[in-house]
């Protein structure tokens, strides 16, 4: 089942002889419980695209759907709300809050939606992250692994529908991002959600469901590559 479509997605920066077209009329289709990976070289257009996907910023015409909900119809504080309970975001940069915990990094989101904890939830998720003994460490305190799976569960923390990932294991060395990868896959299977990753790297693409190469601000030729 379709969760995520995208129709004639462009995004230009700048104006006339300084203007940049950093997506060119993408359109693509994710299903419910897909780890779809996004490949590309730099400049491609990828992260532009996955902050569109999210929200984050504008389209300059297109249209993203989430649920068959569109997007970029809905009014600023609509579209935050909507982003905040239907999409997690995990960075190659952890972006955790210093003075905080590991535990109340994560709850974050559900602070921000002004929605009660749900306690159970959240005890599992530090379980699954392997955090128990670590939820009253600062991030100062813990190894990038150990911030990385923090970030994961503040993405899981408002149980959202996708998962957006970029370059998340960019800051670590290859068996931790073995373990990053490996986890995110397991999360999103065991709460029915669907995960799209950017990388550069092959090897963790090779795990997807799905490879998407974008080159140039489009769609490669077929949109799949074969690894």
Request: glycine share 8%; no cysteine; aromatic share 4%.
């Amino acid at each position: 089942m379709e969760i995520l479509r995208v129709e004639n997605l462009t995004k230009k920066y700048g104006k006339k002889d300084n203007e940049v077209t950093a997506l060119n009329n993408v359109s693509l289709s994710i299903n419910k419980g897909e780890f779809a990976a996004i490949v590309g070289p730099s400049g491609s257009g990828k992260s532009t695209l996955l902050h569109l996907l999210g929200g984050v910023d504008h389209p300059s015409s297109g249209k993203v759907y989430i649920d068959n909900i569109d997007m970029y119809a809905l009014k600023e504080k609509e579209l935050s709300i909507l982003r905040r309970r239907k999409v997690g975001f995990v960075f190659q940069s952890y972006n955790l809050i210093p003075v905080l915990t590991a535990e109340e990094n994560m709850l974050m989101p559900i602070l921000l939606d002004h929605a009660k904890e749900d306690k159970n939830y959240i005890r599992e998720l530090l379980k699954l992250l392997g955090l128990e003994d670590r939820k009253n460490h600062l991030p100062s305190e813990l190894s990038g692994g150990q911030q990385q799976r923090v970030s994961i569960g503040r993405a899981l923390a408002n149980k959202p529908s996708i998962i957006l990932a970029d370059e998340p294991t960019g800051n670590l060395d290859s068996k931790n991002s073995r373990e990053i990868i490996e986890l995110l896959k397991y999360s999103v299977k065991k709460y029915n959600q669907t995960l799209i990753l950017i990388t550069h790297d092959l090897n963790i693409a090779k795990m997807a469901d799905r490879v998407i190469s974008i080159i140039d601000g489009q769609i490669g030729e077929n949109g799949v590559m074969d690894l």
